[in-house]
């Protein structure tokens, strides 16, 4: 490594909002993730993408934590949110999760109200100190999540009664409603139709004002929309990250050139 | 080449051999599944019809109409009208009076004791209550309708024969006489049998009842679930939601599979063992009932318990984790709502269950004959079941169409339970 490259390396991680250096992650034997060094800068929309199983949601999970709740997965190297370490001991995971918000693949609302489904968030953390304070925080959110006009007058109709696209707005608006500072997105719209993924390809570009977002797509035409970064996997390791024109129109690495002209995935 | 094509490919007359063989396999099989649904069926209905064509009479009670003076020579009170001499006063001797009066012709001890058993022994309480509630009475003569002996109450519903001199017959010819007199005056029926869901536990049977058994019953049931459902749940929750999954946690579910087909008896020892000799409980009483109740059931609700938390789809954990909730929030907000109406199912079965228990309750002396109706927990009861079996012990034939009778309100408990569990589960089925 040049000393200019780990220069731009260092400032690359001072930008960064999260940020992660030789990451591993081991589910029992299986090497699933590899010495993955990967920056986050904020407020900007980061793709993951690579063929199946090669490690997107296994990194995403890191970040929030998520992989704590499985046996035998055990995660190595430093990962850093504002350049406080994620992994440290004395991290709350509640908290973290409070700054970190994730949205999963299938919509998965609560069969609660869809105003339940929104208050819950702010609810447990405590964010609002009365009744109106939480109502305000649950119609900004749906607001946010391009959902009020459709839902205010059923808020309190259950959540799985609305449409896919639909249910995952509403699990955007939840997550937002507790101002996570970074908003996780493994593989949002693979359940939803053209349709509904594009409204959702449309909210996600508008929540990058205040959010950083880090998307898990298995569609490269979705990364090229919606992202401005984004983070080649191949086998668990990283194999390259760059502005997303840039790796779209001239990768670097003969994998990801195989991988964005479709001869393997 | 012909000899190979021929291994390959069999003849049309061989493989029409061939399907014929497997069709008449395939007949014979769904004719040995159909007897065998229908050999079970015919128990069933059996049993069902055996038991209605037994019990159902056991609803109706005869009741014969005398003439009562209230006499206070003969009630033996004199002047006195207290409570107490009330109370105290001599209404047998009231019934055989007005009886000797109603028919003159009788006479000599044994044809008047004859005449004294239409009615039974027990009768003297109605007239009781009656000059209890309206003191009035006394010196005026009424029409009352007393409980008849269970013989005539046999013989009027046809369980005993009355054709005179018929063998085993418990009934004189005069009684059979009387019988018919009283029939041609209107003075014998059928009515609802109140007693039977009113009173506790007698040695005649047309003063017998079902109540002090149900009565003890829901007290025995209402224990159990007191404490078999925190800790069923409790239980569940902690294993199946916080327990790390290692050695001992196996080991701890592979015994609780376990104990759910432990012999319930085993549980009547255990509870014999602990709570009556070593803590001292009192003997026959609901409350070590429950308990022990509660420890045959316990399995079957942590089992039940952890089958319906399992249930409920990881995505809703993962949605609420991923928000920031601790593990104990997304239990008690998200799982455990969910996992109820399972588990209530599975609790309602397990109560079932324990309803229809009778060994272990034998082995804690819920088998006492018990008149009162318990008034609470600790006192001596008995229980539907363990009632089932003490009347299904008892010689009188009145108490044979009492005992299919009370197996009848056991199976209306049973069928209610069930249906609460099955209406419980179409409910909430699966809404995610
Ligand atoms: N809970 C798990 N236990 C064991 N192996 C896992 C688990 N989750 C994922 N893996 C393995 O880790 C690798 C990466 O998985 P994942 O991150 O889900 O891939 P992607 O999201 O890119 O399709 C895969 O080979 C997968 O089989
Ligand atoms: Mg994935």
Excluded at chain 1, 12 to 30: C, H, I, P, Q, T
Excluded at chain 2, 296 to 323: F, H, W, Y
Excluded at chain 2, 326 to 343: N, R
Excluded at chain 2, 376 to 390: K, R, T
Aim: net charge neutral; with cysteine.
């Amino acid at each position: 490594m040049t000393a200019q490259t780990a220069a731009a390396s260092l400032a690359d991680r001072r930008l960064a909002k999260v940020s992660s250096r030789d990451v591993n992650v081991f589910y029992g034997e299986k090497h699933a993730l590899k010495h993955v060094d990967l920056d986050i800068r904020a407020n900007e929309v980061t793709a993951l993408i690579g063929p199946s199983g090669c490690g997107k949601s296994t990194y995403l999970r890191c970040i929030n934590r998520m992989n704590d709740l499985i046996e035998n997965c055990q995660v190595t190297g430093s990962l850093s949110l504002d350049g406080d370490d994620v992994y440290d001991k004395k991290v709350d995971v509640v908290q973290l999760r409070a700054r970190v918000g994730m949205v999963f693949q299938k919509p998965n609302p609560f069969p609660k109200s869809i105003y339940d489904n929104v208050a819950y968030g702010p609810r447990i953390h405590g964010m609002a100190r009365d009744q109106a304070e939480l109502d305000e925080v649950v119609m900004s959110s749906l607001e946010r999540a391009g959902l009020l006009a459709e839902v205010k007058d059923r808020l309190e109709e259950p959540g799985t009664g609305l449409s896919g696209g639909q249910q995952q707005r509403l699990c955007i608006a939840r997550a937002i409603a507790v101002s996570p500072e970074v908003i996780l997105m493994d593989e949002p719209c693979s359940a939803l139709d053209p349709i509904a993924t594009a409204k959702v390809e449309e909210l996600i570009d508008e929540l990058r004002e205040n959010f950083t977002i880090v998307i898990v797509t298995h569609s490269m035409q979705q990364a090229a929309r919606v992202s401005q970064r984004t983070a080649f996997f191949h086998l668990g390791e990283l194999v390259e990250v760059g502005d997303t024109e840039q790796i779209f129109t001239n990768p670097q690495h003969p994998l990801t050139q195989g991988y964005i002209t479709g001869r393997f995935g | 080449m012909a000899e190979n094509s021929s291994l390959v490919r069999s003849t049309p007359a061989a493989m029409a051999a061939r399907l014929k063989r497997r069709y008449a396999a395939e007949t014979r099989f769904r004719l040995a599944g159909i007897t065998a649904i229908a050999l079970a069926l015919g128990f069933l209905a059996t049993l069902i019809f055996t038991i209605f064509s037994n019990g159902l009479t056991a609803f109706v009670q005869t009741s014969v109409k005398v003439e009562v003076a209230f006499d206070p020579e003969v009630l033996g009170i004199g002047n006195d009208r207290s409570p107490d001499a009330l109370a105290g006063a001599n209404y047998g001797q009231v019934i055989k009076e007005s009886l000797y009066k109603q028919f003159p012709t009788v006479e000599g001890r044994s044809e008047r004791r004859e005449l004294v058993g239409l009615v039974s022994s027990g009768a003297d309480i109605t007239l009781r209550k009656m000059l209890a509630a309206n003191p009035a009475l006394i010196g005026t003569t009424q029409s009352v309708w007393l409980i008849a002996g269970d013989d005539i109450d046999m013989a009027m519903k046809g369980h005993i024969s009355r054709t005179p001199g018929a063998d085993g017959n418990r009934l004189t010819d005069r009684q059979l006489g009387w019988i018919g007199d009283l029939e041609r005056q209107g003075a014998i029926r059928k009515g609802f049998n109140t007693t039977l869901f009113t009173t506790g536990d007698s040695r005649e049977p047309e003063l017998a009842g079902l109540w002090g058994a149900v009565v003890g019953s829901f007290f025995s049931l209402s224990i159990t679930l007191i404490v078999c459902f925190p800790l069923g749940v409790a239980t569940a929750v902690y294993l199946e939601e916080f327990a790390p999954k290692n050695k001992w946690t196996d080991i701890i579910e592979v015994n609780i599979n376990n104990l759910a087909a432990v012999p319930s008896v085993v549980f009547g020892l255990l509870g014999l063992a602990i709570f009556l000799n070593f803590f001292g409980m009192p003997r026959s009483a609901p409350l070590v009932g429950g308990l022990v109740l509660a420890l045959i059931s316990l399995p079957t609700i942590i089992i039940a318990g952890r089958a319906a938390l399992k249930a409920v789809p990881p995505s809703i954990r993962e949605a609420a984790l991923g928000l920031g909730a601790s593990k104990q929030q997304m239990v008690t907000d998200h799982v455990l709502p969910l996992a109820m109406p399972g588990i209530l199912t599975g609790t309602i079965l397990g109560m079932a269950h324990a309803l229809g228990e009778t060994a272990p309750l034998l082995m804690i002396g819920m088998v006492a004959f018990i008149v009162d109706i318990p008034a609470s927990p600790m006192d001596p009861a008995a229980v539907l079941p363990v009632q089932v079996y003490l009347w299904a012990d008892s010689p009188e034939r009145a108490f044979v169409e009492r005992t299919s009778a009370a197996i009848m309100v056991l199976l209306f408990f049973l069928g209610m339970m069930n249906l609460a569990a099955i209406l419980l589960r179409k409910k909430f089925e699966r809404r995610w």
